[in-house]
């Protein structure tokens, strides 16, 4: 078919954030509009160098603050962290910078307010000469009001962005807020810090996972005997890798020393950042310490493990610790080079003497999004298992592409002697019931059903889908737990992050073509989908939907089938669509299909009923929905005839409708 129009809008999940300053508007009484202007201006960079720090974009500068957007123009699983990061950062940033308002002209009151929201928002151009883009929503919206109402120095957060990040975050409830032009109040919270502090122990027993569990416990076996391992965790997000590193970590309570750190998804820019949180909880240093504060306890605490040689590895350390270089220590004149090669050594030599004086485990997580540093550093501490009993237990996705894949293997090639690969697998039926079962007892099999169906084996899909029903009210108790609407209907917030975030990891054309393929259903016809899509390559985009694993072949022969590799992902893929994007290209399906099918038509009425009756050519819905029924009734079909008369009728009732 010929090229197509495309409309830039869609419907994406975002995170916005709204910081205003605060006293900024009492500077024109002291100093000059261009002293003003240098004063603020300066301010509101740093503002948006924090925002761009964690992956966000500037949308609008607005005077004395900024409009920001997590999200655009792509995705990211955990959107609302990142946001949460960002505006932590900015309330320090300005913290800092009033003190230096204050130095240097006695100004006092200078601070910031901010307001961060999540929920799903249009993105796309507006304006004319220079047309930008924006989201536009209740989200968006929500998030200015919150920043209004705002202490300054606060951050408050909406109820959506608060449940996402409960668990990295301390928060304290703030009751509900009157929105303007809303009819509800909105539920909001002050974001106070990062969680700190020991991880807690599982609240819910391990399913499913027997058979990985207990290699895990023979690699523990082999460290507690004295033989180095290497713990390898591959899977697909959700399917429990995280949960299956806490059960190793209460297994090797009281046998070996546990170190952990888990690399962020923004920290492909933030050099050796896993290595560095190892250390800082290792050596008890809190971000901001002093930095006398922090050279006295690396001092003493590397004197206890290394001795005299903590002289020589503290000044390469320190880098890591923020703290300056002791003086008279040497290194300041080597090369960039040359001080990685120190750090990676000294790095090195305090995991061994942590190793040789009793088992010890250092854990990290999610090493697919480590930066090039990190895996170079990890790869040097692979050499520490063939010299004492250092486990490293790494967790990471199957992303080739990915640093944590190259390590991975590293790993397999060169120390393979002391490798325990896992690689997770979906849940049996039966484990995801058994799960369910955990979660919530008295669930109606209906439900069950729905919720097993929709998760296809993935855990984490598993809990998220149960959790949005109940807190959506999706759910009603009366013995049991039944549905109380369409569960096939719903996608929960963070699993909408996380899977939208894998379809806008793909090239631009291939993230087309997958929308349009998401229309067309679960499983389709690539001769159908190259009628329907444009694309200069369409083999080109489907080699980069298989190499992401978001579509797999289903069958070549007697013609190329396709389908998502889960239905949530297909979901998650329709839901960028707008409603007038959705309804045309369920024509186009229709037209394409009476052009493929032309001779042969009567085989697929009801597949051109369904997409004509979504699309806005609801003349041939009801016509093909009437072929349809008469040719049911030839069969003998009767309940079906009925069913299909029924949704005629519907048809006839919205056509009837129409100016």
């Not at 290194?331 to 080079?337: A, K, N, V, W």
């Not at 325990?420 to 079962?437: D, F, G, H, I, N």
């Amino acid at each position: 078919m010929g090229r197509v129009s495309i409309p830039a809008d869609e419907l994406r999940p975002v995170t916005a954030l709204f910081a205003d300053l605060v006293g900024s508007t009492g500077l024109g009484e002291r100093l000059s509009p261009g002293e003003v202007k240098a004063l603020v201006g300066e301010c509101v960079t740093r503002m948006s160098r924090a925002v761009e720090e964690f992956g966000g974009i500037v949308q609008a500068y607005m005077g004395d603050g900024i409009c920001a957007y997590f999200g655009v123009p792509a995705a990211h699983e955990d959107d609302p962290e990142r946001a949460a990061r960002a505006a932590l950062r900015i309330v320090q940033l300005v913290g800092e910078y009033a003190k230096e308002v204050e130095a240097a002209w006695g100004i006092t009151g200078f601070s910031v307010r901010i307001g961060v929201n999540s929920g799903q928002a249009a993105v796309g151009l507006v304006g004319a000469a220079t047309p930008q883009e924006v989201a536009l929503g209740d989200a968006t919206n929500v998030a200015a009001r919150l920043q209004a109402a705002a202490e300054p120095g606060m951050v408050v957060v909406g109820g959506t962005t608060a449940a996402r990040i409960a668990k990295q975050f301390v928060l304290e409830p703030l009751g509900e807020v009157a929105v303007k032009g809303r009819a509800e109040a909105v539920t909001a919270w002050k974001l106070v810090r990062p969680q700190s502090g020991a991880r807690a122990a599982p609240s819910m027993p391990l399913v499913g996972r027997e058979t990985e569990l207990d290699r895990l416990r023979e690699a523990l076996d082999e460290l507690v005997a004295g033989r180095g391992q290497v713990v390898v965790v591959v899977g697909e997000s959700g399917l429990g890798a995280t949960r299956l590193l806490e059960e190793l970590r209460m297994l090797a309570e009281g046998r070996a020393t546990w170190l952990e750190a888990g690399c962020p998804s923004f920290g492909s820019e933030l050099v050796y950042w896993p290595l560095e949180v190892v250390l800082r909880r290792w050596l008890g240093v809190e971000e901001g310490e002093p930095a006398i504060a922090v050279r006295t306890k690396a001092r003493a605490r590397l004197g206890e493990v290394l001795g005299e040689r903590a002289e020589a590895v503290l000044p390469y350390l320190g880098p890591l610790l923020a703290v300056t270089l002791d003086p008279g220590a040497g290194g300041s004149e080597l090369s960039p080079e040359a001080l990685a090669a120190g750090l990676h050594r000294a790095y090195r030599d305090w995991v061994l003497a942590l190793a040789e004086r009793g088992p010890l485990v250092l854990a990290l997580e999610d090493v697919h999004w480590a930066d090039a540093s990190t895996r170079e550093l990890v790869a040097d501490l692979l050499e520490v298992t063939d010299r004492a009993p250092l486990l490293l237990a790494l967790t990471t996705r199957p992303e080739p592409a990915s640093e944590g894949w190259k390590l991975r293997l590293k790993v397999e090639t060169e120390y393979a002697h002391r490798l325990t690969e896992v690689t997770l697998r979906p849940l049996s039926e039966r484990a995801q019931r058994e799960y369910l079962r955990l979660l919530m007892p008295a669930l109606d099999e209906s439900v069950v059903v729905e919720l097993v169906e929709r998760a296809e084996g993935n855990p984490r899909y598993l809990e998220e889908l149960l959790r949005f029903l109940v807190d959506g009210g999706g759910l009603l108790r009366e013995r049991t737990w039944t549905l109380s609407m369409n569960a096939a209907d719903l996608l929960p917030p963070a699993l909408e992050n996380l899977l939208v975030a894998r379809i806008d990891r793909l090239p631009e054309t291939a993230r087309k073509v997958a929308q349009t393929a998401a229309v067309i259903g679960r499983t389709f016809s690539v001769r159908l989908l190259e009628r329907v899509v444009w694309t200069d390559d369409l083999d080109r985009d489907l080699a980069a939907l298989f190499r992401a694993e978001v579509v797999r072949e289903l069958r070549r022969y007697p013609e190329l089938e396709c389908t998502f590799k889960h239905g949530l992902l297909q979901e998650a893929a329709l839901s960028t669509l707008t409603p007038e994007r959705r309804r045309e290209l369920h024509g186009r399906v229709g037209d394409a299909l009476e052009e493929l099918y032309a001779d042969a038509l009567d085989d697929h009425l009801e597949l051109l009923a369904h997409h004509f009756g979504r699309s806005d050519q609801l003349e041939k819905a009801f016509r093909y929905l009437v072929s349809a029924a008469v040719r049911a009734d030839e069969f003998g079909a009767s309940p079906q005839a009925a069913e299909l008369r029924r949704r005629a009728d519907k048809v006839k009732a919205r056509l009837d409708r129409v100016p």
